[in-house]
């Protein structure tokens, strides 16, 4: 069969959309966070370290090889070699279980678009959102029933996605402006509105003054590894498939610097809008600043809503546009992740895009219910923590593997300098064949020694048997799919 294949409208709309992928809740929740965490101002060394030898690396892997291959992920790898294709059905397997609990956090947001009208959250924020909204149970083990409020946000955002994706990708061309401009300008004005509080200069100094001791800690350089990959939505099959869109003599490696360095700057900026005003609220309790510094999610849905509601001045404005603004980051990263998704069903085997993107849609929404229960929040966590850790890692991994040593680092590496606007140098190499697979390895093994000796999260045994079981399952489905008669693969690309 030789339909063709839809195309990006121009060089611009593919790296909008492709920055857009990357820049989603993680670079306002989590890169401050984790930066903090490791050394402040000195994690920014081994972040773009990782950067430098890890995250640009494998765009550049995944961006060639799907753009050579002009297919989704397990098309692209069978392309390779036939046997290797059940590793693009696991790069997409990890992200159909982050589709399933992505949207969810998006539905919060919405529901916390409404509250921030009337600033509902009250003054205690944590109680809020554990027990007048999410209404948790007392754990994984009792679901506890549906909160509807969530259920309501969380079809409203795969009503959403839907509609990005369904016209195809001259729409989604202009589309992904709207979608990563908008976060860009509600991310400038709360800077603004952050570095002009009294206090905010003492949370910068909280998030960037370096502590280079910190540096010597192996466990800080795999944070900068992990936060790495997880921003720039590496090994989802994400970057090989909006690289399959692109025409032939478009370039690779300036577009690759060009999607890592704005993602990360970009994570680098949020944290000044985090951390200017987490600076402003110790100002107004008066205590330090660590004292006041939520972790992970509880930054975004509990303490900002405490300082918006402190705010001297319109407050709700601000609450509403803090939320659009994880609203608007997220939803390009949302659709990012069902794209891949979709694309490996039909490039294998032919089947109607208007037909399986409802489906996925809708199949996404139903498993996604399961998180908008009382007890799914746990769930969410546990899902994301082995998606992130166990399967973004054997994903780089593999994927370094099959391209490194069986496809062969510098066959890529010719072909890629062959249509870029500028080369790369055996250094590729060298990152793709032993730096980045030894650090995913080495990290892939601390990890599970990690959830050996301590499980994850102080949930019991059983809940985190789940997630090792999610895990094997994923890799047997995998090999399932990959089993499953397609179209005859044609030979490579030329
Ligand atoms: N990189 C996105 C973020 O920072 C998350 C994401 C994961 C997007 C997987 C696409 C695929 O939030």
Redesign the pocket.
Known sequence: MSEVRERWTSRSSFIIASIG???????VW?FPYICYANGGGAFLIPFFVALLTAGIPLMILEAGLGRKMQAGAPTAFAKVRPGTEWVGWLSLMV?ML??FF?PVIMAWCVNYVTYAFNLGWGADTGTFFEQDFLQLSGGPGVLGGIRWPIVAGLAIVWVGIYLCLFKGLKALSKIVFYTVITPWVILVIMVIRGLTLPGAIEGLKFYLTPNFSMLLDGKVWLAAYGQVF????LA?G?MIVYSSHLARKSDITNNAFIISLA?CGTSFFAGFAVFSILGYLAQAMGVAVPDVTGSGLGLAFITYPKVISLLPFIPAFFGILFFLLLLT??ID??F??IEPFVAGITDKWGFNKKLVLPLVCVGGFLVGILFTTRGGYYWLDIIDYFANTFGLALVGLLECIVIGYIYKAQKMREYVNEVSDFRIGRWWDVCIMAVTPVVLGVSLVMSIIGLIQHGYGGYPTWATAVGVVVMFGIIVVSFVLMSIRGRTITAEVP
């Open positions: 992928a990357a820049i989603g809740l993680g670079n989590r992200v982050i589709f992505y997880f921003s720039l939505s989802m994400t993602d980051l997220g990263s949302a990012s992740q």
